[in-house]
């Protein structure tokens, strides 16, 4: 007997009788007590998924494909807030006779005439008007505001101006 043969594994013998079993008859019992235990998973994941779908129909039935965001100043004088982005510092100025001259690196708060629990985090995109893409740039549409940056000084925004779309 050679050195070699006192190395052998112990445990070859019982990966021998592992490897004789026989796998359909493994493959059967796994699939057999799977259904058996899954039944009440699955039809809970079906009732999941149909309730899912039904609310999916719902919503997109109630809402629109895109929705027009436009200026919407209800006085001639109208309070807009204005943030000063270099500073945070908020202030208000007013828009006189439904028009508003924006300053560049200011953000303002444009009340707009969609409905107020329109919320752009909830829509695809912001898609600013080509009549006004090289003017200003909307950030985001929330509570009946739309966030607003000028990219230039005297940018000029009148009454039903139409500034994006949310699609």
Known sequence: MSNLDSLKDPFQEEVKNILEE???QEEEENNNSMQVTDYASQDEEVNITVEKAKKDEENSSDRPD??????????HATPVECIIAATGYHDKIAASGRELRLLQNRLYMIPVDCDKEINSDEWSGIKVMSDMSSLIDVRYVKEGFACVMPLTHNVKVRQGNRLAILW
């Open 22 to 24: 026989d796998p359909e």
């Open 66 to 75: 895109y929705v027009t965001v436009c200026v919407d100043f209800p006085k």
